[in-house]
C-alpha cells in the first residue's frame, strides 16, 4: 500500500497506559499481487471510524493507513477507494486490534497507539451524505412500544457460504426463513425488540442489513450499541461496513 497524496500525520509518543475496549474499526492491508516479497502476509494498516447523527446514521467516515515505509497518513479518499474500487477492497481485510497490534509490531511499528492517539492521524474528513428517514412501514408503532424504527446497514465484499452457515447459527435463523434473506435474528428484552435480515442487494454486489427496532425506551445509545453488535459480528465474518442509513 503505498503512500497517498493526503496528509501525513505527525508521530507523537505512544502511549503505554492500559488500553480501553475497541471502538475503532482495524483492518489488515495485503500486498499488491507481484509484489517483491510474496511472502508478506500483511504490508500495512487502516483504521477507521464513521461519525454518526444522535440516531446512529451516518455522516462521515475518517480513517488513517499506516505502511513501515510510509508511517501514519490520512486521506478522505482512502475509506472511499475501499469501498468503491474492486482492487483496493481486494487487499482488505477487517480485523480485530489485538491482531492489529500483533501485525504491527511485527512489521516494526512496536507497540501500536492508543485510540485517543491514533484519532489524531484522522486529517481528512469524508462526508456520507444524509436525508430525512424515509417512511416505510406503518407510522405507529405496536401497543406496548413507544417508537419504531427501520435501519440499514450496507456493507461491501463477499460472502462464503460457510459464513453464512455460521451467522445463520449464531442468530439462531429458522430454517424456513424467506428466500430473499440469508440469515435472520432477533433479541427481545424487558423494553425493547430488535429483528434483522441479512440480504444481497445492489445485483448481488453488496450485502444490507435490514433491522427493524421497537423502543419501549428513549435512549438512542439502546440503538447504538445493538447495531454495533451486529456490525461487529458481519465484520468479524469479513464483511467492510459501508454507511447505516434510517427509514423510519
Request: no cysteine; proline share 9%.
Amino acid at each position: 500500500m503505498a503512500a497517498h497524496p493526503g496528509h501525513t500525520a505527525p508521530r507523537p509518543a505512544v502511549t503505554t497506559a492500559s488500553q480501553p475496549p475497541s471502538s475503532l474499526d482495524y483492518y489488515l492491508v495485503l500486498p499488491r499481487p507481484g509484489d517483491p516479497d510474496p511472502a508478506t502476509a500483511v504490508g500495512g494498516l487502516v483504521v477507521e471510524e464513521f461519525t454518526r447523527e444522535h440516531d446512529q446514521v451516518s455522516t462521515g467516515l475518517d480513517s488513517a493507513g499506516w505502511t513501515p515505509a510510509t508511517g501514519w497518513w490520512s486521506s478522505a479518499s482512502l475509506s472511499r477507494g475501499i469501498r468503491t474500487d474492486p482492487a483496493t477492497l481486494a487487499r482488505v481485510v477487517p480485523t480485530s486490534r489485538a491482531q492489529a497490534e500483533g501485525h504491527y509490531r511485527r512489521l516494526g511499528g512496536g507497540q501500536l497507539p492508543d485510540e485517543a492517539v491514533l484519532r489524531s492521524y484522522f486529517l481528512a474528513h469524508q462526508p456520507i451524505p444524509t436525508a430525512a428517514p424515509l417512511r416505510l412501514g406503518p407510522a405507529q408503532p405496536p401497543a406496548g412500544y413507544r417508537e419504531r424504527r427501520v435501519y440499514r446497514v450496507l456493507f461491501a465484499k463477499d460472502l462464503h457460504p460457510d459464513q453464512v452457515t455460521s451467522l445463520r447459527a449464531g442468530w439462531r435463523t429458522p430454517v424456513d426463513a424467506t428466500s430473499t434473506s440469508a440469515a435472520s435474528g432477533h433479541l427481545e428484552t424487558n423494553v425493547d425488540r430488535f429483528s434483522w435480515e441479512l440480504r444481497r442487494v445492489g445485483h448481488t454486489r453488496a450485502w444490507a442489513l435490514d433491522v427493524i427496532v421497537l423502543l419501549g425506551t428513549a435512549a438512542d445509545d439502546v440503538v447504538g450499541s445493538a447495531l454495533s453488535d451486529l456490525t461487529r459480528v458481519l465484520r468479524q465474518h469479513g464483511l467492510i461496513p459501508v454507511t447505516t442509513e434510517r427509514f423510519s
